[in-house]
C-alpha cells in the first residue's frame, strides 16, 4: 500500500464549480499534513497545511479525519487559474524523519470556461 | 534572491556519464532534501541532510548516487554511470528547524539521459 494515495484525475471543472480532492495515508502515526498545489513542469508550492478541527483559506477548505486517516481539499467557485496539480503531503515519522515530507501522486485539475 | 536555487536547470547527458547538481538553500535553513520526481508522480525522497549531516537516505538511491553537504550550506548531488531510467526532474528543498515541515523548493533540475 502506498503510503499516500490520491486520485491522479484528471478533475475537469467549469469555472464556478465547486471541487474536492481526497487522499488517504497509511501510517496512524503522522502528525502534519498539507496540500501543496504544482504548476506544470514547475516546483511544488506550499497551498495550506491542514489541521484536525479544518481550516479554510479563501475558497480553499481543508479537512483532516484521523480516525479514517483521510484528508481533504475542497476549491469553491474554481477560477482558470486553480488548474494545477494538487498534491497531498504528510509527513515522516520517527526518529530524524519527522520533517521528511511524503507526497502522493497529485491530483490534477483542470478548470474550463 | 532569497529563494532555492538549483544549477543547472537542465541537463541532457549521454548513458553512462556522470552528472552533478547544486542546490543552495535558503540561507537561515538548516535541512536540505533532495527528492526526485517523474512525469506524472509526486516527488520521491531521496536524501536529507541537516546542516552538514546526511540523516536519512532513501532505498530509491543506487549506489551510483551520492550527495554531500561539506559545510552545512550548499548540496551537490551526483550521478555515476547514469542510465535512462535516471531520467527525472531533481529537486531540492530546504526548510528551518522551527518550521520543519513547511519546505521551500527550488526550480529543479532536469535531467535527460539519452
Known amino acids: 500500500r502506498k503510503e499516500v494515495e490520491q486520485d491522479p484525475g484528471p478533475f475537469n471543472v467549469p469555472e464556478g464549480a465547486t471541487v474536492a480532492f481526497n487522499c488517504t495515508y497509511s501510517?496512524?502515526?503522522?502528525?502534519?499534513f498539507f496540500w501543496y498545489r504544482q504548476d506544470c513542469r514547475k516546483e511544488p508550492k506550499l497551498l495550506m497545511s491542514?489541521?484536525?478541527s479544518g481550516n479554510e483559506d479563501g475558497r480553499f477548505t481543508a479537512q483532516l479525519n484521523r480516525a479514517s486517516q483521510y484528508i481533504s481539499l475542497l476549491i469553491r467557485d474554481s477560477k482558470l487559474s486553480d488548474s494545477a496539480t494538487y498534491l497531498c503531503?504528510?509527513?515522516?515519522?520517527?526518529?530524524?524523519?519527522?520533517?521528511?515530507?511524503?507526497f502522493g501522486t497529485g491530483t490534477r485539475l483542470q478548470v474550463t470556461l | 534572491d532569497t529563494g532555492v536555487s538549483q544549477n543547472p536547470r537542465h541537463k541532457i547527458t549521454k548513458r553512462g556519464q556522470n552528472v552533478t547538481f547544486r542546490c543552495d538553500p535558503i540561507?537561515?535553513?538548516?535541512?536540505l532534501y533532495w527528492y526526485r520526481q517523474t512525469l506524472g508522480q509526486g516527488p520521491e525522497f531521496l536524501t536529507y541532510?541537516?546542516?552538514?549531516?546526511?540523516?536519512?537516505k532513501s532505498r530509491l538511491l543506487s549506489d551510483r548516487f551520492s550527495a554531500e553537504r561539506p559545510k552545512g550550506s550548499f548540496s551537490t548531488l551526483e550521478i555515476q554511470r547514469t542510465e535512462q531510467g535516471d531520467s527525472a526532474m531533481y529537486l531540492c528543498?530546504?526548510?528551518?528547524?522551527?518550521?520543519?515541515?513547511?519546505?521551500?523548493f527550488g526550480s529543479g533540475t532536469r535531467l535527460t539521459v539519452v
Open positions: 503531503v504528510v509527513n515522516g515519522v520517527g526518529a530524524g524523519t519527522a520533517s521528511k515530507l511524503t
Open positions: 501510517n496512524s502515526a503522522s502528525q502534519s
Open positions: 540561507s537561515e535553513h538548516n535541512r
Open positions: 541532510f541537516q546542516n552538514e549531516a546526511q540523516l536519512e
Open positions: 491542514v489541521y484536525s
Open positions: 528543498a530546504s526548510s528551518s528547524s522551527g518550521t520543519g515541515s513547511v519546505y521551500t
